[in-house]
């Protein structure tokens, strides 16, 4: 299982990007997905999260800014961020807990990171 993501970048504040990540290789089911940030020295924190069904929690830095959605068709979660500021400025990781086997516990799997830097 695999995960690439793409659409980090530079913005100006009050900007906009939008994050992809895809779920390629061989599983069963994608369950829950979501996105982390992880700052130089600092643990990795969730920024949104999302369920299969489209359940959807956010951080409270993120709220009313980020909107994640996913494509369960296409094995895709994306973040959505708006009113992007400079303190955004990090590697933004996605996540998704894969079942490899029916009937088995899913696992997570992360992908490699996309740097987000919010500069004028």
């Known amino acids: 299982v695999q995960l690439q993501a793409s659409g980090g970048g530079l913005v100006q504040p009050g900007g906009s990007l939008r994050l992809s990540c895809a779920a390629s290789?061989?599983?069963?089911?994608?369950?829950?997905m979501g996105w982390y940030r992880q700052a130089p020295g600092k643990q990795r924190e969730l920024v949104a999260g999302?369920?299969?069904?489209?359940?959807?929690n956010y951080a409270d830095s993120a709220k009313g800014r980020f909107t994640i959605s996913r494509d369960n068709a296409q094995n895709t979660v994306y973040l959505q961020m708006s009113s992007l500021k400079p303190e955004d400025t990090v590697v933004y990781h996605c996540?998704?807990?894969?079942?490899?086997?029916?009937?088995?516990?899913?696992?997570?799997?992360w992908g490699q990171g996309t740097q987000v830097t919010v500069s004028s």
């Open positions: 996540n998704a807990r894969v079942t490899r086997y029916r009937g088995t516990y899913g696992a997570d799997y």
């Open positions: 290789g061989s599983f069963f089911s994608i369950n829950d």
């Open positions: 999302i369920t299969r069904g489209g359940l959807t």
